[in-house]
């Protein structure tokens, strides 16, 4: 059975940063593309961030030069570097897991989200 578990967020000042993690269990991380999602209040969710199997890695345009993904194969553990956080970075954030390196939302397995709250 596989799981994702997303764990670090929380609440932060405007400018500040924070580090999630997404812990993954029942398949082996080197194997899968990981992305990041996020879903904002009264929004749809929006891709934040993947990284492919293979090393690459792609960011939405409106998290480029501020967020940065990377994985710990070892660990079982991809991670979420978050820096400058705004105030429209606030919403649940979830990771997933594809057999693909890809930017939509057709991914095969998801994470249940963690709460990033930004104050301004």
């Known amino acids: 059975q596989v799981q994702l578990v997303e764990s670090g967020g929380g609440l932060v000042q405007a400018g500040g940063s924070l580090r999630l993690s997404c812990a993954a269990s029942?398949?082996?991380?080197?194997?899968?593309?990981m992305g990041w999602f996020r879903q904002a209040p009264g929004k749809e969710r929006e891709f934040v961030a993947a990284s492919g199997s293979g090393g690459g890695t792609y960011n939405a345009d409106s998290v480029k030069g501020r967020f940065a993904i990377f994985r710990d194969n070892t660990k079982n553990t991809v991670y979420l570097q978050m820096n400058s956080l705004q105030p429209e970075d606030t919403a649940v954030y979830y990771c997933?897991?594809?057999?693909?390196?890809?930017?939509?939302?057709?991914?095969?397995?998801w994470g249940q989200g963690t709460q990033v709250t930004v104050s301004s």
């Open positions: 029942g398949l082996t991380l080197s194997r899968y593309a």
């Open positions: 997933a897991a594809s057999r693909a390196l890809r930017t939509t939302q057709n991914y095969d397995y």
